[in-house]
């Protein structure tokens, strides 16, 4: 049987914002790294009374309750107080622990405020978890059957005690039993149309469920498994390979990478060099391309181009083509990108160009219109997209459709290869059919 969890945040900062939740996140990972799933969370605030009663709630329905914050000297630290409220117990004052308090600020050179002296009270017959980094101590016990454990707020102490007690005590409960999952990163098919590709030629046995996380730029999908480690690995591998087989050129990796890593990869490995022309996306382009560290080995330059006349002047597009096309088009694109390859002498050069909004539209160039251009060899191509979204989303997703357009050449080797890949990612279905083609 599954051991389910539920996680409680205390403290006013998050709920005002002003904090975010990190903690919650490192323990639903590590959590499930052990076999526990977390179930349940919630955030409370700095109210004993409150916390008192998300933990009396919480005990009714999981197998383990996790509690962070208010572990203080402060008097807006109130959790020791809650605790023993939820458990009917007294809070009583630990010398071993206190004593062990004052050697820890001795040993860093200085006197422990008299303050500090309340973190030494604990709910009778509770078990003391050590803090390793801070002074803080946390705590365990058993409420209505259910094992609580109290941790500090601060990050960094929290996962000291999760790594050193938490989750050795759980992992022995879990019996060997895990729960690991697989993400793969997806670009080009909405989550729908996903969704309708993988219930039509696969259904989810009770062996493994799939999740769909719509990314900005993509769908993740989460395939996760329980049971013994080498039954998870097996059942995971089966579900993610056909998965893959049924998404295609969709699914562009798996567990982590963002989407320029792995066309630096294949760039590296090829041995070939790319240079870049951005007019829309402003150089966001080449900012994602250069994030990757190693990225010298190939990304050459990149020319930002925004007006007309640095199009013509620095990358030779033809003011003929720009007065009887404009400047946002697939003509304008495909120059843009011999323009950049020929200065750079590259093996690769790609441009985008468009329309980013909120203004600039017109009927037959909407706002989101936005071309990709691409020149290898003697050969150039321009692919048409068109985005929904604010600014920032346009310029987001121009980028990452160039990057996509880069991992399909070196996926393939040709640029009919780059439309076939297009076509069955989903990225090219509007477009082939606006242009009648396929």
């Not at 495909?334 to 093996?347: F, I, Q």
């Not at 020149?375 to 979204?389: H, K, N, T, Y």
């Not at 880069?406 to 477009?431: F, P």
Request: contains cysteine; proline residues 5%.
């Amino acid at each position: 049987m599954v051991l389910k969890a539920e996680i409680i945040t205390v403290g006013n900062e998050i709920l005002s914002g002003a904090t975010l939740n990190s903690n919650a996140a490192v323990l639903g990972r590590r959590l499930l790294e052990v076999g526990v799933v977390p179930q349940w969370g919630s955030v409370v605030a700095d109210d004993a009374q409150d916390i008192a009663r998300a933990v009396l709630h919480s005990v009714e329905r999981a197998g383990v309750v996790i509690v962070t914050g208010g572990l203080g000297p402060t008097p807006d630290d109130v959790t020791r107080e809650a605790i023993a409220a939820a458990a009917d117990r007294p809070l009583v004052l630990r010398e071993d622990l206190l004593d062990d308090m004052r050697r820890g600020w001795t040993a860093r050179g200085t006197t422990m405020p008299e303050s500090n002296t309340r973190q030494a009270f604990l709910p009778a017959r509770s078990s003391v978890i050590p803090n390793p980094v801070g002074s803080a101590p946390g705590f365990r016990l058993k409420i209505a059957g259910t094992d609580v454990f109290v941790l500090p707020g601060v990050p960094a102490e929290m996962s000291g005690m999760l790594r050193e007690t938490v989750l050795p005590a759980l992992a022995a409960r879990a019996r060997g039993r895990i729960r690991r999952f697989r993400t793969l990163h997806t670009i080009g098919w909405p989550e729908s149309a996903i969704a309708e590709r993988i219930s039509r030629r696969l259904r989810c046995s009770g062996e493994w469920s799939l999740a769909y996380l719509p990314q900005r730029g993509g769908v993740d999908l989460r395939v996760g498994a329980a049971g013994s480690p080498a039954r998870v690995n097996r059942v995971l591998a089966d579900a993610v390979g056909r998965i893959r087989r049924i998404l295609g050129p969709a699914v562009y990796g798996a567990d982590g990478g963002p989407l320029e890593a792995l066309v630096g990869r294949q760039l590296l490995r090829r041995g070939w060099t790319v240079s870049v022309a951005e007019s829309c996306t402003g150089g966001l382009l080449s900012n994602l391309l250069t994030h990757v560290p190693g990225s010298s080995a190939y990304f050459d330059r990149a020319v930002v181009a925004y007006s007309n006349r640095a199009k013509t002047s620095l990358l030779g597009v033809s003011p003929k083509t720009l007065r009887a096309r404009g400047a946002v088009s697939g003509e304008v694109a495909v120059e843009m990108a011999r323009g950049v390859k020929r200065l750079s002498r590259t093996t690769l050069g790609i441009s985008v160009t468009g329309i980013a909004g909120p203004g600039g539209g017109t009927k037959n160039k909407p706002v989101g219109l936005v071309y990709v251009g691409l020149a290898v060899g003697r050969s150039a191509r321009a692919f048409r997209f068109q985005f929904p979204g604010d600014r920032r989303s346009v310029k987001y997703r121009s980028s990452r459709a160039a990057l996509n357009l880069l991992r399909l050449y070196l996926r393939g080797g040709t640029l009919d290869a780059v439309e076939t890949g297009m076509w069955r990612s989903g990225e090219g279905e509007k477009r082939i059919r606006q242009d009648g083609r396929g």
